[in-house]
T-cell receptor, first 115, second 113 residues
Framework: AQKVTQAQTEISVVEKEDVTLDCVYETRDTTYYLFWYKQPPSGELVFLIRRNSFDEQNEISGRYSWNFQKSTSSFNFTITASQVVDSAVYFCALSEQNTGNQFYFGTGTSLTVIP | EAGVAQSPRYKIIEKRQSVAFWCNPI?????LYWYQQILGQGPKLLIQFQNNGVVDDSQLPKDRFSAERLKGVDSTLKIQPAKLEDSAVYLC???????????FGQGTRLTVV
């Protein structure tokens, strides 16, 4: 079973629009961690944010914000006022305490910001 | 702080040949991962080390893939013999441990022809 689902395969937005990337996860562990990574065309996976299962506070970092809702097993990522440099593939990932901190990745959402 | 180093960046080999990839994790990171990323897909774990011991290698095709992490630092991943379907980017990552974020290297893009 897929532990992390990113239903949006590709999204295109016009520059300065807001965009939300969806992530739904599945776990039976009570202690787990959620992550978002960005993969620009250069290929390197860049860490963006980490959340643990006991911290449901939303977080804002500049134009980025994250909405963690345990009730719906979702960890969505919003980019406000998108820029061309935001064009990349974004991956949501899950690690669980009981499976040795292995990272389970979703299939990614390819975001294209059109100037 | 230096990041995760991988080499080579690119490799083209013929099927049935062998190839090896090298990874140097961030200093002090006990956990090291090798992931395979096929074009258009998310990374898939091949093997996870904790220091120099294997935590998980359940998805490593052991008939052709092998990995080691001597002295709990550097790691090598080998494929012998390579198949066409092994064409992918091989990513190495490291983390401090449970719950910590993983930091990734730039990857090795392997093309098997």
């Amino acid at each position: 079973a897929q532990k992390v689902t990113q239903a949006q395969t590709e999204i295109s937005v016009v520059e300065k629009e807001d965009v939300t990337l969806d992530c739904v996860y599945e776990t039976r562990d009570t202690t787990y961690y959620l992550f978002w990574y960005k993969q620009p065309p250069s290929g390197e996976l860049v860490f963006l944010i980490r959340r643990n299962s006991f911290d449901e506070q939303n977080e804002i970092s500049g134009r980025y914000s994250w909405n963690f809702q345990k009730s719906t097993s979702s960890f969505n990522f919003t980019i406000t006022a998108s820029q061309v440099v935001d064009s990349a593939v974004y991956f949501c990932a899950l690690s669980e305490q009981n499976t040795g901190n292995q990272f389970y990745f979703g299939t990614g959402t390819s975001l294209t910001v059109i100037p | 702080e230096a990041g995760v180093a991988q080499s080579p960046r690119y490799k083209i080999i013929e099927k049935r040949q062998s190839v090896a990839f090298w990874c140097n994790p961030i200093s002090g990171h006990a956990t090291l991962y090798w992931y395979q990323q096929i074009l258009g897909q998310g990374p898939k774990l091949l093997i996870q080390f904790q220091n120099n011991g294997v935590v998980d290698d359940s998805q490593l095709p052991k008939d052709r893939f092998s990995a080691e992490r001597l002295k709990g630092v550097d790691s090598t991943l080998k494929i012998q013999p390579a198949k066409l379907e092994d064409s992918a980017v091989y990513l190495c990552a490291s983390s401090l441990g449970l719950g910590g974020e993983a930091f990734f290297g730039q990857g090795t893009r392997l093309t098997v022809v």
